[in-house]
């Protein structure tokens, strides 16, 4: 199942809104669908999983929602920090896949 | 707050052997309740899962790598490993360790990633 993510980069200021696409080749079962951000030097970090269950200890500003084939990271209120790799995952079927990623640039 | 810490060379000669290590603190790789996987990122690329393995000896590796990846674990040591031959230019990534939970409660098909290592770079060159 092949995700893409869009847009490839998004370049925001800080206190707004930022809403990042995951588009499915197929349906994906169960919305078993997760949300991963990446800061350099870090590890990545689980934000969302189930499509729009917020993992522990992540912040209400994140929110994820869709189904079927089409899926969204909405992050309501940007800060500094937020700037980062995102990566959907579909493990709804095996091999579980990732899209390429969107670069989040905070202005 | 259970850690992931890859470890291993940074260069591998083509057509040799890319072994990797992941030391888990925080959990038990025994208790059963996570699959222990590998991810990787090369260079331009997006993440690929190569697989896991589980305390039960089950294991599941991505068809792309074709039947050249082995994983392993050591209890006592508290971890698990990757094992890659033979490996070209193209298995050149960014190695993540990382943790999944069982999805026998149903709450997966296949596994999501709760927990990451910082992840390691190995390059296959001569």
């Known amino acids: 199942n092949v995700l893409t993510q869009s847009p490839g980069t998004l370049s925001l200021s800080p206190g707004e809104r930022a809403t990042l696409s995951c588009r499915a080749s197929h349906s994906v079962f169960s919305n078993f669908l997760a949300w991963y951000q990446h800061r350099p030097g870090q590890s990545p970090r689980l934000l969302i999983q189930g499509a729009s269950s917020r993992a522990t200890g992540i912040p209400d500003r994140f929110s994820g929602g869709g189904s079927g084939t089409h899926f969204t990271l909405t992050i309501s209120t940007l800060e500094p920090e937020d700037s980062a790799l995102y990566y959907c995952?579909?493990?709804?079927?095996?091999?579980?896949?990732f899209g390429q990623g969107t670069k989040l640039e905070i202005k | 707050q259970v850690q992931l810490q890859e470890s291993g060379p940074g260069l591998v000669k083509p057509s040799q052997t890319l072994s990797l290590t992941c030391t888990v603190s925080?959990?038990?790789?025994?208790?059963?309740?996570?699959?222990w996987n590998w991810i990787r990122r090369p260079p331009g690329k997006g993440l690929e899962w190569i697989g896991y393995v589980h305390f039960s000896g089950k294991t599941y590796y991505n068809p792309s790598l074709q039947g050249r990846a082995l994983f392993s674990f050591d209890t006592s040591k508290n971890q698990f490993s990757l094992r890659l031959n033979p490996v070209s230019a193209a298995d050149t990534a960014v190695y993540y360790c990382?943790?999944?939970?069982?999805?026998?409660?149903?709450?997966?098909?296949?596994?999501?990633?709760?927990?990451w290592g910082q992840g390691t770079l190995v390059t296959v060159s001569s």
């Open positions: 995952q579909q493990y709804g079927s095996s091999p579980n896949t």
């Open positions: 990382a943790r999944g939970p069982d999805c026998s409660a149903g709450n997966c098909y296949d596994p999501f990633f709760d927990s």
């Open positions: 925080g959990d038990s790789i025994s208790s059963g309740d996570y699959y």
